[in-house]
């Protein structure tokens, strides 16, 4: 139970289905304990939420302090990837180490299947279990997913994953829940209310440096530090006359690159390297793959090649502008997530 709308309308779908021996769990693994002085502290007011919709259910309601674990298999990683001027992907490791991983280490063996409210399906066939997608395509979260396992699956239930968003909202409102109206989070899981540019800074300070314009070389401005961009990304530059993109980073000069939405097409790349695999139920046979490049609609078709980790290639049927180093690319066949792997450039 995060005391979003979500997993509160997840609770009382399994209610209604039936499953009348549910303990509710809020994983308490927000930072604003330790980074209050950053921003507003978002977790009591969760809590509170979640602690309403479960009293109005009837279902008892725990409480798991998982942030010594989030530091360790999350933030670490994060900060790590971000001063090498790689993009993180911090929520796929949030589920795969945390809500899958730490907090099943913690209690979850106590029972026999976790529910979430993920926008996700699950299918058991040929003696293996299968991820798939929510049947929602905006909201559908197995990018999210996609690193987990055989034996973390199994126990997984998804009771949204075959609802549009829309209908889950009017459930929640003819559930009476206190958090109907309420807004989705938004942002990375862990920094709750907490400004990113205030995380990363208290992290990694500031490392002045140089925007450049790829295509000409010119200086357009500056930056407070490389870790503060990604590939792709367009607000946040401050320049004039965009709008513009940043297409590169040189993390040993210390130069973020940009190019203007015209030079888009000529910053764009339909092939990348990727490292080793993680194949959810087995590694794709022959015919074709889709992956996603982030958590979007986006979906490319595309051809998987190589012999091995750190030779293999992914060339995709249309070219994008926001692959980046570290970033995750996620593989699909029709509506089942494969898996994913890294990539490496």
């Known amino acids: 139970m995060s005391g979003g709308v979500d997993s509160s309308v997840a609770l009382r779908l399994l209610q209604e289905e039936g499953h009348d021996d ?70 796929i490791f949030c589920n795969q180490r945390v809500k899958f991983g730490a907090f099943f280490e913690e209690v979850g063996e106590d029972f026999d299947r976790v529910a979430t409210g993920h926008y996700a399906r699950t299918e058991e066939a040929d003696g293996l279990h299968w991820l798939k997608k929510g049947v929602d395509p905006v909201k559908d979260q197995t990018y999210f997913l996609c690193y987990l396992d055989q034996a973390q699956l199994a126990r997984c239930v998804f009771p949204l994953g075959a609802l549009p968003k829309n209908e889950v909202r009017a459930l929640a409102e003819r559930y009476g829940l206190p958090n109907s109206a309420r807004p989705d989070s938004q942002g990375i899981c862990f920094l709750g209310k907490i400004s990113y540019n205030d995380f990363v800074r208290h992290h990694l300070g500031e490392k002045p440096g140089d925007i450049i314009r790829r295509e000409t070389g010119e200086k357009l401005g500056e930056h407070r530090g490389f870790w503060f961009h990604t590939v792709g990304q367009r607000r946040g530059l401050g320049l004039a006359q965009g709008p513009w993109f940043v297409s590169g980073k040189d993390v040993e000069e210390n130069i973020v690159y940009v190019s203007h939405a015209d030079e888009l097409p000529e910053a764009s790349r339909s092939e990348y390297r990727i490292g080793e695999p993680h194949w959810i139920s087995a590694p794709p046979g022959e015919g074709s793959l889709q992956v996603k490049l982030r958590h979007s609609e986006q979906v490319y078709d595309c051809e998987l090649s190589g012999p091995g980790p750190g030779d293999a290639v992914v060339r995709l049927a249309d070219a994008d502008a926001g692959i980046a180093a570290g970033q995750f690319t996620v593989f699909y066949k029709g509506d089942v997530c494969l898996g994913a792997a890294p990539i490496l450039g």
């Open 22 to 91: 549910l303990t509710a769990f809020y994983l308490k693994i927000w930072l604003e304990d330790e980074l209050h002085y950053l921003g507003d502290c978002p977790w009591e007011e969760d809590l509170a939420y979640a602690r309403a919709v479960c009293d109005a259910a009837g279902v008892p309601l725990e409480v798991v302090p998982l942030q010594r674990q989030y530091w360790d298999r999350v933030v670490s990683y994060t900060i790590a990837e971000l001063k090498d001027g790689r993009t993180p992907s911090p929520d």
